[in-house]
């Protein structure tokens, strides 16, 4: 495993996550949510939580580096957007658990799947990109 490029793919699949999360859950389906409000917490303890929620995407962009960096040996943005999606899918059975066990909207388990296939098809494609070996030196 080359650790450098590991840990260089992992902090942009971090940043990138992060940033897509913040755009498309917090602020794009800002409204939705609002639909609901008895399910989320007060917006006042958000901040009580942001570690939470730090540590959350760093697992997510961690163990999808991991998985294409284990995988997906050879690298390469498209295979490893093919792995974030397949990642993506398995989000999306979560989703449909949550919307068959919470009173969710459809319209918030069709923004988290869009959403997941959104985040994960990019970030993988991005780990693809970052971390694959270098090509050998030709004579």
Known sequence: ????????????AFAFIFVFGFIWYAKLMHG????????????????????????????????????????????GAGACAGL???????HIGIDFIFYAVQPLTTKILCGWIVGDLIQF???????????K??????T
């Open 1 to 12: 495993m080359h650790s450098k490029k590991f840990f260089i793919a992992f902090v942009a």
């Open 32 to 75: 939705v949510y609002r639909e609901v409000p008895a399910l989320w917490r007060p917006e006042a303890e958000h901040g009580s939580y942001f570690g939470w929620l730090i540590f959350g995407h760093i697992v997510m962009a961690f163990f999808l580096t991991l998985l294409c960096a284990k995988f997906v040996p050879a690298g």
């Open 84 to 90: 974030g999606i397949l990642v993506a899918l398995v």
């Open 121 to 131: 098809a990019i970030a993988g494609a991005i780990i693809g990109a970052i971390y």
């Open 133 to 138: 070996p270098s090509s050998p030196a030709t």
